[in-house]
């Protein structure tokens, strides 16, 4: 799907969809509950469908907005799409229940790294095979100290809690080096505590007590969603005309950011009645580390090809491992759009100039694919191939950017 992008003045109030991160790791608790738990505000992007599918499959019952679990399962073929989540999450869990489990994955997903998740998992008797097209997972998971990096990837830690209070006997997760992304691990802790997990963080790791049970907190309703709503935030902080509503001010999650990184560029936003009104602004370049918040890059790149001066993100090592190579996908996308963008080391430079009209290939990444469109509106125009990949976390977004008055066209 192509999708043609004009230059606009976008006007009106946008919802701010459900958290992702907060769906999966709701999902998948009370899937693991076996009392029923009746979840608000569920947002169907591809993502939390695979984790509704793959949880399914492994003996969870979703009707309408409850959530059981019905049975336990040994065998199954689990349909995990193109999301990191579910399968990182669920790799340990199904080691956790024991038997064998094939994930059937799409895009780019069996190709991304699980090497650090797959040795803790054979060094406690599980065993990995990666496919073509899938990843097979055989054998049952045992209690012990789990030594692991923290730098390469929050969704294997995640996993990891999710998955050890289920295995008989007591673990210890050991990281041996610092956290990043620490805030995914936050939201994963405050859910596991919902549903009556007990985790102990120590200094360098985590203590987790075995033989414990999902216990169903009875209703639970997902809050707004900072990364999706960070594009719209960035355009009204640009153009002015958008109020964005449905956010936690006081969020745990970690892309709640956005908003004090585009407030240090010079972005002017009032905050009324649980409403963010985004004002037009001038904005200034800015250094910023991004390592926690490797999802806000792409429109973060694109506030910053509007501001005045160069700005440099530290830290992009870990965007080459997402949906796409984020270091090379961003730089492209700034450059067919007349911005100069370079990698340094381990770093973006972006001259901050005047957008110009152009194509932009998304690769299938969901938040090139959105960045581009607030690029062209803000700029010129762009021509978006690709486009369709916002399905994977935000399917109305292009029906969202229509209703606020954006001009643009699709081509099948």
């Known amino acids: 799907m192509i999708v043609n992008i004009e230059k606009s003045q976008l006007n009106g109030e946008v919802p701010a969809i459900a958290s992702k ?44 907005s409850l959530a059981v679990n019905n049975q336990v399962v040994h065998k199954a073929n689990l349909m995990v799409g193109e999301s990191g989540s579910t399968l990182r999450f669920l790799i340990p869990i199904v080691s956790a229940i024991g038997g064998e489990f094939d994930f059937i994955c799409k895009g780019r997903l069996a190709e991304r790294t699980n090497d650090e998740l797959i040795r803790v998992l054979s060094e406690r008797g599980v065993t990995v095979e990666n496919h073509v097209d899938k990843i097979t997972v055989c054998g049952k998971l045992q209690s012990g100290e789990y030594k692991i990096r923290g730098d390469v990837s929050s969704q294997y830690i995640t996993g990891l809690l999710m998955a050890l209070p289920l295995v008989d006997g007591n673990s ?20 596991l ?49 958008v109020t964005v509503y449905g956010l936690n001010e006081n969020s745990i999650q970690g892309d709640k950011k956005i908003i004090e990184i585009l407030q240090q560029m010079g972005g002017k936003f009032e905050f009324s009645e649980g409403n963010i009104i985004c004002h037009k602004s001038e904005l200034n370049a800015i250094e910023i580390d991004v390592d926690g918040i490797p999802d806000a890059v792409p429109v973060l790149a ?26 090379a996908t961003v730089i492209e996308m700034l450059t067919n759009l007349g911005i100069t963008a370079k990698e340094v080391d381990n770093s973006i430079e972006i001259m901050g100039g005047k957008l110009q009209h152009g194509e932009v290939n998304s690769h299938n990444d969901h938040r090139i694919a959105m960045a581009a469109a607030i690029g062209g509106l803000i700029g010129v125009g762009a021509r978006i191939i690709d486009g369709e990949a916002v399905e994977k976390s935000y399917p109305s977004f292009f029906e969202d950017v229509d209703d606020l008055g954006g001009k643009l066209n699709v081509e099948i």
């Open 302 to 327: 694109i506030a910053m090809a509007t501001a005045t001066g160069k700005s440099v993100l530290h830290n992009v090592a870990r965007l080459k491992i997402k949906e796409s190579d984020r270091v």
């Open 193 to 241: 505590n919902k549903f009556g997990i007990k985790i102990e963080t120590t200094n360098c790791g985590f203590k987790i007590k075995g033989g414990q049970k999902y216990i169903s907190c009875g209703e639970i309703e997902i809050e707004g969603d900072w990364s999706n709503s960070g594009f719209f935030l960035t355009y009204g902080v640009i153009n002015g005309g």
């Open 172 to 191: 210890e997760i050991i990281l041996s080096t610092p956290l990043s992304s620490s805030g995914y691990v936050d939201i994963t802790l405050n859910i």
């Open 21 to 64: 991160s907060f769906a999966h790791r709701i999902l998948i608790a009370s899937g693991l509950s076996n009392v029923e738990t009746k979840i608000k505000g569920l947002y169907p992007s591809k993502d939390i469908l695979a984790t509704i599918q793959s949880m399914s499959a492994l003996g969870a019952s979703y009707k309408g």
